[in-house]
């Protein structure tokens, strides 16, 4: 029995087990909706583009807060890396920011920039940020001195140097980083919707609590653990096979 028969296996006893249970807990179906009850909000979410407005909304925030972070994430990485007064102090603080969970920055961003746009974007960036940041340092390290010597000996240096030794050895880390800051911005980005305004998923969540709509609240939740999988499972993992090809990392 191939992974992907044993997944629909168990996700249809899950199907089956919540329909029923739904049909005989005679709670009201506004608090436990059947299993098609919901799929049926979810077609006609889809159908009447309420469910893609908010599925675009969230996805054009997510990604130009998750390009900011990966840059930073970069860049800060490289500087702790290469230069020891910056390890000892922005190191020193990445570390410490990282353990503050994004969505805590959550009032500060509305105090600074409102409750708009801007502010989940600035959770989205600061969910991904040190995540990437201590990532990218981490790759940046644990490239092979060998590698190093090798190189600076047949005269790279600069950009050369960082563009064909230190980036390709760091791949593995990096992309490893790509996905936890992934993880983190994507939740970052729903706690930041349902708080605030303006759209996008985590907003529609809000709506379908506020009008005791759990059909609409679990509609969405599984659009979101779709979207969740699908990037891990497909995106990230065919971008790191085909990097890991490309470079010659790969370990089969």
Known sequence: MTTALR???FIAMIAVIWEVTSSFSGLPEFMFP??????ETLFNGIINGQITAAIGKSFSR????????????????????RFKIIEDTLGFLVTALQSIPSIVWFPLAIIWFGLNDFAILFIVTIGATWTMTISATSGFKNVPKLYQQVAKTFGSSGFHFLRTVIM???????????RIAWAFSWRALMAGELLGAGGG???????????GQMDLVISVMIIIAIIGTIMDNVVFMRLERSIQTKWGLNQR
């Open 7 to 9: 997944r629909i296996i």
């Open 201 to 211: 998923l985590g907003q529609l969540l809000e709506t379908g609590r506020s009008l």
């Open 62 to 81: 997510i990604l130009i807060g998750f390009l900011i972070a990966i840059i930073l994430g970069i860049i800060m990485g490289y500087l702790i890396w």
């Open 34 to 39: 059947r299993l098609t009850q919901i799929f």
């Open 168 to 178: 390709p050895a760091s791949i593995p880390q990096l992309l490893s980083g790509l």
